[in-house]
Nanobody, 120 residues
């Protein structure tokens, strides 16, 4: 069984910072793309940022210059540093990973989410 566990969410004032972490565990041989998505109340889940195994990154326009995604392959962990937070960043943030299991089986895995609330 493979799990992604997020941490680091919470309540912060506008202009503040938070760092999210997501650790993968289980019978994992390697991890390809990892990413963060978010879902605000009443809205569809949207991509925030992704990072490949060789650390190429991609961001949605609304977070460029404010958020930074990174990963530690040895720890099977992806991070999201969020600076200059805005009330519109309020959402549940979900971690996502494309996992290769021992035996060459591919699996897309989602975390359960962590709530980020930005007050004005």
């Amino acid at each position: 069984q493979v799990q992604l566990v997020e941490s680091g969410g919470g309540l912060v004032q506008a202009g503040g910072s938070l760092r999210l972490s997501c650790a993968a565990s289980g019978n994992i041989f390697s991890i390809n793309n990892m990413g963060w998505y978010r879902q605000a109340p009443g809205k569809q889940r949207e991509l925030v940022a992704t990072i490949t195994s060789d650390r190429r990154t991609n961001y949605t326009d609304s977070v460029k210059g404010r958020f930074t995604i990174s990963r530690d392959n040895a720890k099977k962990t992806v991070y999201l540093q969020m600076n200059s937070l805005k009330p519109e960043d309020t959402a549940v943030y979900y971690c996502n990973a494309d996992v290769i299991l021992y035996g060459a089986r591919y699996l897309e895995v989602w975390g359960r989410g962590t709530l980020v609330t930005v007050s004005s």
